[in-house]
Antibody, heavy 118, light 109 residues
């Protein structure tokens, strides 16, 4: 059974960089697309971007200038960096898997709340 | 950007009744449409992909239909565990720009 687990600081200072890691267990990180998705308190879902295990990426145009997603296949992990954060970036951040050739998400992490505040 | 619009925002239904949720895309997404269920404090759960294919382990009481710009998610007989928020998601473009609807809250009447 594939499991995804997000980890990282729950509190980030405004203007700093948010950094999260997703660890994949129960399966290989190879041959899938791996995404970050966020959900602001009481609001809907926003796709942030994805990375293929080979390292190719694609980002939401609205966040592209601030987002970097990377992968470490040796650790079965992928990571998110979001720079210059503001209170508007406060959200539950999820990592999720999509099958090759599709972009719907069949496995999700439990999510981690990141609050941007001084 | 493809905008996904779900209606209604909230639907109140009695247990045992049938319910239909709608999702409209601002331009055609073919059949590249997924539905998710989200309960409080949980991650979304995939219900339907390809507009009408149930994900692994999803019971037949959930059915999806539609193509192009108009999609529906239908529940044949609602049970207490079905009351949740439901989101549609398109994944049509290449390279994909994935977008979600704003959600429909299905609540007990």
């Amino acid at each position: 059974q594939v499991q995804l687990q997000e980890s990282g600081p729950g509190l980030v200072t405004p203007s700093e960089t948010l950094s999260l890691t997703c660890t994949v267990s129960g399966g290989s990180i190879s041959s899938y697309f791996w995404s970050w998705i966020r959900q602001s308190p009481g609001k809907g879902l926003e796709w942030i971007g994805y990375i293929y295990y080979s390292g190719s990426t694609n980002y939401n145009p609205s966040l592209k200038s601030r987002v970097t997603i990377s992968v470490d296949t040796s650790k079965n992990q992928f990571s998110l960096k979001l720079s210059s954060v503001t209170a508007a970036d406060t959200a539950v951040y999820y990592c999720a898997r999509a099958l090759l050739g599709t972009h719907y998400f069949d496995y999700w992490g439990q999510g981690t709340l990141v609050t941007v505040s001084s | 950007e493809i905008v996904m619009t779900q209606s209604p925002a909230t639907l109140s239904v009695s247990p045992g009744e049938r319910a239909t949720l709608s999702c409209r895309a601002s331009q055609s997404v073919s059949s590249n449409l997924a539905w998710y269920q989200q309960k409080p404090g949980q991650a979304p759960r995939l219900l339907i992909y390809g507009a009408s294919t149930r994900a692994t382990g999803i019971p037949a009481k959930f059915s999806g239909s539609g193509s192009g710009t108009e999609f529906t998610l239908t529940f044949s007989s609602l049970q207490s565990e079905d009351f949740a928020v439901y989101y549609c998601q398109q994944y049509n473009n290449w390279p994909p720009e994935i977008t979600f609807g704003q959600g429909t809250r299905l609540e007990i009447k």
